[in-house]
């Protein structure tokens, strides 16, 4: 099968006697063309945004900075940061969230058919539930997790952030045959370039690799390689080259075969020669692109850094401020009469300064430090306070700060903690609805999908071939759970609310020995209350009965009803003719005197 990983295959990197016909020359140069071309197009249009990132970076993420720049490795990305609460704020907000979206312990997503008929046989469920450890499972092995933190920090800070999921790469020398697993990579904001389609969605995107050239031949091949990189990579030099790497809707002209084929082209090019050393394809879009808010007609994402920016700079121009004043405090600065001082000062405890005065002058007068003017220092406390906490509420930090320590105390109702816990992701909800739609799903339903070509699944049950199942991806992360809970309330809040009417119903019942005429009960269907509460809680198919198996369970329960019913009439009936007897056999020789005499 053609497995969509976006590398060459084996028989491109090993040709064969059976190698089907390569692209010609001028096909390739076109395509090196026009990905190098698309990619400094986007970065002209993106220069205002990196550069947004860069001046955001060093207040949330310093690992963000340098988009624009140069970086010497090791350099100190922190030399002008005297606070530290940005990035405090912004880290708790996304290790929060993300726990909350797609926390690793926990199944935060189900797969289930767009039949509902799929959905209520116990076969089908259990192979949708089964097909969904399979994919939490090559999410886990394939690093989604500690990629997603980095991938949650650039949609929630900066904006942007962009998730590739694919096939692990094929090595030179290291082939694996089948199936590879699948591989998570995050990249990180300002760094990748992304163009939208007519309806807003993502579907073109470009990144710069620095790659040496042993990385490259491992992922390419030494012979597809620029000849510069092939000295490079055989005089062992450590020097980085630059690529690129196009995934975009292939247009007709350019389709050939296998993964070449495929929707979504995949070219990794050579920046400087434009020459491609790889292409393949893709059968969907691999990258998942979430964006926090959007300005019209703008690809790329605002984040919550943008709004607490101003904020981020006062405060840390004002703690600059505060350590200046502070020095001056503790070591003020000194004025001295001149000529009044012989040889050096000393600051060192118990030193000795040598100052020349005039009989009876007081030592003040030739040597004192300057304690006036320095300023308030108290009121610049007060405003940095005041900034730390408008940067929490804009990053959530202060709402998720207490629910963490609500967590800790053990007299706290769970209860409470729920409702809690509730408002805060319902104030996420609309956030959450735009990281479903641009994240969640996407990346869910591209695991699935190459899972299944590459059939990792077991095969489908009969009733999704015969109805043709379309899978549907369903949230069941506590932020998801959190909006459907609005459902199980109501339907708890009307049975309590029902509850006296029942009530005096069943009183009545009991004083007139007659069933109430209207029920109050008989508009509900307690079978669907029940598939609603499994479906909202998240119960598995495994802990719960196919419908035909309860419909044998009623019918059992019926018949031993009935059954136990016909055993009381006839026991009331023998015990009416038992009551009986004693008269009848009275009346039998009264019988028999009256016939005698009249004979």
């Not at 624009?68 to 606070?83: F, H, I, K, V, W």
């Not at 049950?461 to 998801?480: D, H, T």
């Not at 044998?552 to 018949?559: C, F, P, Y």
């Amino acid at each position: 099968p053609q497995y969509d990983d976006g590398l060459p295959t084996r028989a491109q990197r090993h040709p064969g006697p059976r190698l089907m016909p390569k692209r010609q020359p001028e096909g390739l140069n076109k395509i090196g063309q026009r990905v190098v071309e698309r990619y400094t197009e986007g970065l002209r249009y993106a220069a205002n945004f990196r550069q947004r990132i860069d001046l955001l970076a060093p207040y949330i993420e310093p690992s963000r900075g340098n988009v624009q720049t140069s970086q010497a490795p090791g350099e100190a990305l922190m030399s002008r940061m005297y606070d530290s609460e940005g990035i405090s704020a912004a880290d708790l907000a996304v290790r929060q969230m993300g726990s909350y979206l797609h926390g690793p312990g926990s199944l935060w997503h189900s797969v289930e058919d767009e039949n509902p008929l799929v959905n209520k046989d116990d076969e089908g469920r259990e192979w949708y539930e089964e097909c969904r450890d399979i994919g939490l499972k090559q999410f886990t092995h394939g690093g989604f997790y500690p990629e997603s933190y980095e991938s949650d920090m650039d949609w929630i800070a900066f904006g942007t952030g962009l998730m590739r999921a694919e096939q692990n790469p094929q090595l030179t020398g290291r082939e694996i045959f089948g199936f590879r697993g699948m591989r998570f990579a995050h990249h990180k904001a300002g760094r990748f370039i992304v163009y939208e389609n007519g309806v807003g969605q993502v579907d073109e995107s470009y990144v710069e690799l620095r790659k040496t050239a042993k990385a490259a031949a491992d992922l390419w091949g030494l012979a597809n390689l620029p000849e510069n990189v092939q000295n490079a990579y055989t005089n062992g030099k450590a020097d980085n080259f630059r690529f690129i790497h196009g995934i975009y809707p292939r247009i007709q002209s350019e389709k050939m075969y296998g993964n070449k084929a495929m929707p979504w082209a995949s070219c990794y090019v050579h920046y400087d020669t434009k020459q491609v050393v790889s292409e393949g394809g893709y059968d969907e879009f691999p990258d998942c692109v979430p964006r926090w808010t959007r300005c019209h007609g703008e690809p790329y994402g605002r984040g919550l850094g943008e709004i607490a920016l101003n904020t981020l700079i006062t405060l840390n121009a004002a703690t600059k401020h505060d350590l200046e004043a502070m020095a001056l405090r503790i070591k003020p600065a000194l004025a001295q009469r001149h000529e009044a001082v012989i040889g050096p000062k000393r600051f060192s405890p118990w030193g000795v300064t040598i100052v020349r005065t005039a009989p009876g002058e007081s030592v003040q007068n030739a040597l004192a430090p300057i304690v006036s003017g320095i300023g308030n220092y108290s009121f610049s406390q007060v405003d940095a306070e005041k900034m730390q906490a408008m940067i929490r509420r804009i990053f959530y930090a202060d709402m998720l700060q207490q629910l963490m320590a609500l967590e800790g105390q053990q007299e706290m109702r769970v209860y409470v903690f729920q409702q809690k816990q509730n408002i805060v992701q319902k104030m996420l909800g609309p956030t959450y609805g735009r990281w479903e739609f641009e994240f969640g799903i996407p990346i869910v339903a591209r695991v699935f999908n190459t899972l299944y070509r590459a059939k990792v699944f077991p095969p489908p049950p009969q009733i999704i071939l015969e109805l043709g199942g379309q899978p549907r991806v369903r949230f069941e992360s506590p932020l998801a759970r959190a909006q459907r809970m609005e459902e199980i309330d109501a339907m708890n809040q009307a049975m309590q609310d029902l509850t006296p009417i029942v009530q005096l119903q069943l009183n009545e019942w009991k004083m007139t020995g007659r069933q109430p005429a209207q029920w109050i009960l008989d508009g509900y269907d307690f079978d669907k209350y029940r598939d609603a509460i499994n479906q909202n809680r998240g119960v598995p198919a495994v802990a719960t009965l196919p419908q035909k198996q309860i419909d044998v369970i009623r019918g059992s329960r019926a018949e031993a009803e009935r059954q136990a019913q016909l055993g009381q009439e006839l026991s009331q009936t023998a015990q009416g003719a038992g009551q009986i007897a004693p008269l009848v056999k009275a009346l039998m020789p009264q019988a028999g005197t009256a016939a005698g005499a009249v004979a």
